[in-house]
């Protein structure tokens, strides 16, 4: 069992920046990725960025040339540091955590993030 702790979000302007923290509880098994989604209203959840337990990172092309993600191995948390921020940026963001032994996805609980001035 896999607990994630989101903080972060809220409300930015546009062009702002944004910065989300994942932790993650419990039995932790190397290997693994950890990442960030989002959802937007009406929308289906969509991949933001992933990090493997082996800093492999994978972005998506829409925030990939304005955005950091990095882990913290000895603390088992995440950041995902977002720039330029757009009103289509606006969504429910998760945070993911998937083992692949056995293959299981733990989901946190969704922290809101609004673009608008």
């Known amino acids: 069992q896999v607990d994630l702790v989101e903080s972060g979000g809220g409300l930015v302007q546009p062009g702002g920046s944004l910065r989300l923290s994942c932790a993650a509880y419990g039995t932790i098994a190397i290997p693994y990725t950890m990442g960030w989604y989002r959802q937007a209203p009406g929308k289906e959840r969509e991949l933001v960025a992933t990090i493997s337990s082996t800093y492999i990172t994978n972005y998506a092309d829409s925030v990939k040339d304005r955005s950091a993600i990095s882990r913290e191995a000895a603390k088992n948390t995440i950041q995902l540091r977002m720039d330029s921020l757009k009103p289509e940026d606006t969504a429910v963001y998760y945070c993911?955590?998937?083992?692949?032994?056995?293959?299981?996805?733990?989901w946190g609980q969704g922290t809101h993030v609004t673009v608008s001035s």
């Open positions: 993911n955590y998937h083992s692949y032994y056995p293959p299981r996805d733990y």
